[in-house]
């Protein structure tokens, strides 16, 4: 598989007043294309830091990004602002939908932002909002839409004009979970179809049972990277974590000050 984003040794420093604060701590990751990831951690651990320096809207204190064979570092303001509006897509918390503009027309600004509107566009806006549910609702108001709607045009506005990379920072925050399974599996099912790297922060970890892989960080340093099914699912709750009784190595472990013949061992 293709790799779409790689960062190396990512740190990012706030100084405040005398103290420095690092928010990012030496992180390294790479993503393929396909990959639909779940970006996890406390509040405060760095996720919205990490994730504004992928997008390029922060540079970091050091380390560096590479999108699409293109290093962040190297390019200046106005190739940065070209990346976001033709290679990222972007959904918030917030999902920023502009009222007076019709779903399908605020799915459609993307293409005439990045000036690749044209004759195929308002077709292949109806598409991926039926593909979200929404074809009976394309010439609504934001205002005329329930919570999930507007998230759902939100997912269609951040992959209309094709990007590579998918960044949406707590997508499902304002839905019940119902709704936000639906919302965050929708998702991940296009970002598998049409191939993207699919990033979600979210701090709700019942959400990551869509996801291929889990990026855990903690103190802005990664704590935990996996794409183990088994893993995935018990971190979501699907399934409790299975203990064993193994015999132990040379059959007696200490244990509690004891020795014993058998030790359970948690699998994960
Ligand atoms: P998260 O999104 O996981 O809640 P953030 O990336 O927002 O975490 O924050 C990580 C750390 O960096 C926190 O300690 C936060 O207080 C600090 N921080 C974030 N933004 C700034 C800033 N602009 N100036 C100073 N400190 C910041
Ligand atoms: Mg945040």
Redesign the pocket.
């Known amino acids: 598989m293709t790799t779409v984003l790689t960062t190396e040794n990512l740190t990012k420093e706030?100084q405040?007043d005398e103290t420095t604060?690092t928010?990012?701590d030496n992180v390294s990751l790479e993503l393929k294309a396909g990959e639909f990831v779940a970006l996890v951690?406390?509040?405060?651990?760095?996720?919205?830091?990490?994730l504004?320096m992928i997008a390029g809207l922060l540079s970091p204190t050091s380390g560096q990004i590479t999108l699409a064979g293109e290093e962040l570092a190297q390019m200046n303001e106005a190739q940065l602002t070209a990346l976001r509006r033709n290679r990222i897509g972007f959904t918030f918390q917030a999902n920023n939908l502009v009222p007076y503009l019709t779903v399908r027309e605020n799915v459609e600004l993307m293409l005439r932002l990045n000036g690749t509107y044209n004759k195929d566009s308002r077709r292949q806006a109806e598409e991926l909002l039926q593909r979200l549910g929404l074809g009976e609702r394309l010439n609504s108001l934001p205002s005329q839409l329930s919570g999930g709607q507007k998230q759902r045009v939100a997912i269609a506005r951040s992959l209309i004009h094709d990007p590579a990379l998918v960044l949406a920072d707590e997508p499902t925050a304002s839905l019940d979970t119902a709704l936000a399974y639906q919302v965050v599996g929708t998702f991940a099912d296009l970002i598998h179809e049409q191939n993207r790297v699919g990033i979600m922060?979210t701090h709700d970890l019942r959400m990551v049972r869509h996801v291929d892989r889990v990026i855990q960080?903690a103190d802005?340093r990664l704590e935990k990277d996996t794409s183990d099914r088994y893993d995935i699912e018990v971190m979501a709750g699907l399934r409790q974590p299975e203990t064993v009784i193994r015999p132990a190595l040379n059959g007696k472990v200490k244990q509690n000050g004891y020795l014993k013949d058998t030790v359970a061992v948690s699998l994960t």
């Open positions: 706030y405040v604060i928010a990012v951690g406390p509040s405060g651990s760095g996720k919205t830091t990490l504004a922060v960080i802005g």
